[in-house]
C-alpha cells in the first residue's frame, strides 16, 4: 500500500523498450531507424577518438588541501596539477590533460 499522500511509484520502460518505441514512430515518419552507440567497454571517447577513463585516488587531507589550494591559486584544475607532476617524471600525457581549463562554476558567494 502507498503511504499517505504519495504516489505509487510506475515502472520505467528500459532503454531497449524506449528505442525499440522510438524506431517504430521513426519508421511511421519515414525516418531513418534509432539506434543505440556501441561502445566496447562503455567509457567515453575523447574527440580525437582515444578512450577516456577516470582514475580516483585517496590522499591524506593535508596533500588534498595542498592540491585544491594550488589549483585555485593558479586558476586551474587539480588533474592538470597531477598531470603536470606526472609529466615532470616521465609519464606521457596528453596535452588535453595538460590544458588549463577555466575552474568550473560553483554555487556561493565566490
Same mark, same amino acid.
Given at each position: 500500500?502507498?503511504?499517505?499522500?504519495?504516489?505509487?511509484?510506475? =515502472?520505467?520502460?528500459?532503454?531497449?523498450? =524506449?528505442?525499440?518505441?522510438?524506431?517504430?514512430?521513426?519508421? *511511421? $515518419?519515414?525516418?531513418?531507424?534509432?539506434?543505440? &552507440? *556501441? $561502445?566496447? $567497454?562503455?567509457?567515453?571517447?575523447?574527440?580525437?577518438?582515444? @578512450?577516456?577513463?577516470?582514475?580516483?585516488?585517496?590522499?591524506?587531507?593535508?596533500?588534498?588541501?595542498?592540491? =585544491?589550494?594550488? &589549483?585555485? =591559486? @593558479?586558476?586551474?584544475?587539480?588533474?592538470?596539477?597531477?598531470?603536470?607532476?606526472?609529466?615532470?617524471?616521465?609519464?606521457?600525457?596528453?596535452? @588535453?590533460?595538460?590544458?588549463?581549463?577555466?575552474?568550473?562554476?560553483?554555487?556561493? $558567494?565566490?
Amino acid at each position: 500500500m502507498a503511504a499517505k499522500g504519495l504516489k505509487p511509484a510506475m =515502472a520505467r520502460p528500459s532503454a531497449r523498450d =524506449a528505442l525499440a518505441a522510438i524506431d517504430t514512430i521513426a519508421q *511511421q $515518419s519515414g525516418l531513418p531507424p534509432a539506434t543505440m &552507440a *556501441q $561502445s566496447a $567497454s562503455g567509457d567515453s571517447l575523447a574527440p580525437g577518438g582515444e @578512450e577516456l577513463v577516470q582514475v580516483n585516488i585517496r590522499v591524506r587531507r593535508g596533500l588534498g588541501d595542498q592540491l =585544491a589550494d594550488r &589549483a585555485r =591559486a @593558479e586558476k586551474t584544475s587539480q588533474k592538470v596539477i597531477i598531470c603536470r607532476a606526472l609529466a615532470a617524471v616521465g609519464f606521457e600525457v596528453h596535452h @588535453e590533460d595538460l590544458r588549463v581549463v577555466p575552474p568550473p562554476r560553483r554555487r556561493g $558567494s565566490r
